[in-house]
């Protein structure tokens, strides 16, 4: 048996499993139709796992598929096998366990089910504007209520489906009138091509001291499948190209300084600084290089693992700005699924006297949010020693 039958086999019976049950178990005296009927839509998302998996499909369109399918149709089916399981082993105690669990678990199957939906349609598309205000006895005088506006993880492509989203953002990007915008990471899923419809909007973005930006980890273009080996790096040069043409300034491993009269703040960009398997084109010392050491620095850096691992133990770099998690695009209250995976996955963290910022971010790889939603971040420097204040507004 090959290796292909056998992926297809397993990944079979993964999925089709939590199915077997309901139809054999809860649903055994249903007209066999009806069981069909049942069962269609989980073969519909074994053939999408098959084409992305084994095929190496990962064309937007399909990613959103999978992801569609997952949410609304293996997880409902999950979720309600696995309660239902539950009320089969507490039946052998009680009566009646076994019913009262399927009816629990029909509750929470349609209660996800509205989450997903509501995700899927509505809560990508809802931008929120998050106002920080960050005070340091550091930020000089002149930069008492400067303001910086910070987008993170457009992921462009997800957005063909909903280009009047992007122009929403750009103006109320704009209406907070910005001393200063950065951005920071993943411009794109996995094309240059896919900011071809938007190069027009995206370069309507406005600040005093314009737009400056770093590269995350899908911005090198490493998640596609190319027949050329050489093919992501045209890609990144395509990126990195359209960034410039739309007005974007991108700094990759290297600093600027931005100045109000004899005053100056500094404003550092790495390439990116990916932890665990993600890329890492990181240059901290570098892009350190020829920057006082007393003065107000600010760190853009793509995955804000990079903080813990190399800012805080070899810099003294007083707020850095980074977005990555998306807080997996699902959060309810201060919780998130992400928080499992990285310590700082969004929000406002300090240390000592420095402090990290971590975007949700603007966009997704999928088509969904539920709490998480696309997010705005408007901060505002203060000259002050007071702690942070962290407000929300839509």
């Known amino acids: 048996m090959t290796t292909f039958f056998i992926i297809f086999i397993v990944i079979g019976l993964f999925l089709l499993l939590p199915d077997a049950y309901i139809i054999f178990g809860v649903l055994r005296n249903v007209s066999w139709w009806w069981k069909v009927l049942f069962f269609l839509p989980t073969l519909a998302f074994y053939f999408v796992v098959i084409k992305i998996f084994v095929f190496g499909d990962t064309r937007q369109g399909a990613m959103n598929w999978l992801f569609r399918l997952s949410l609304l149709v293996f997880l409902p089916v999950f979720i309600f096998a696995i309660i239902s399981i539950i009320g089969k082993g507490i039946g052998l105690f009680w009566e009646h366990g076994f019913m009262v669990f399927n009816w629990i678990a029909l509750g929470v199957t349609c209660l996800w089910l509205i989450v997903a939906v509501y995700g899927l349609t509505l809560g990508w598309k809802k931008v929120t504007v998050e106002k920080v205000t960050v005070a340091s006895s550091k930020i000089p005088e002149s930069f008492n209520g400067y303001k910086i506006v910070q987008l993170s993880d457009f992921h462009i492509g997800t957005y063909a489906s909903s280009p009047k989203t992007v122009e929403k953002i750009v103006k109320k990007v704009n209406s907070l009138n910005p001393d200063l915008i950065v951005f920071t990471g993943d411009l794109v899923n996995t094309s240059s091509s896919e900011i071809t419809q938007f190069e027009d909007v995206l370069s309507q973005l406005k600040a005093k001291d314009g737009v400056l930006a770093v ?89 804000p693992s990079h903080w813990r691992r190399e800012v805080l133990p070899k810099s003294n770099i007083d707020l850095m700005l980074a977005g990555h998690t998306h807080a997996m695009q699902f959060k309810i209250g201060n919780w998130s699924p992400s928080k499992y995976s990285y310590p700082e996955w969004g929000g406002l963290y300090s240390e000592g006297n420095q402090q990290l910022y971590v975007s949700t971010g603007i966009g997704e790889n999928v088509a969904f949010r539920f709490g998480a939603f696309p997010q705005i971040v408007l901060i505002d420097l203060k000259r002050d020693t007071m702690p942070f204040v962290h407000g929300k507004t839509s």
Do not use: M
């Open 215 to 303: 590269l995350g980890n899908h911005d090198y273009c490493l998640y596609k499948h190319y027949v050329a080996p050489d093919s992501p790096q045209k890609e990144l040069s395509k990126v990195v190209a359209t960034e410039k043409k739309i007005g974007w300034k991108l700094l990759r491993n290297e600093n600027l300084q931005i100045k109000r009269g004899d005053d100056s703040i500094a404003i550092i960009g790495v390439e990116n600084a990916g932890g665990k398997s993600f890329t890492d084109r990181s240059d901290l010392k570098k892009a350190l290089s020829g920057i006082p050491e007393n003065e107000f620095k600010i760190l853009l850096s793509h995955d």
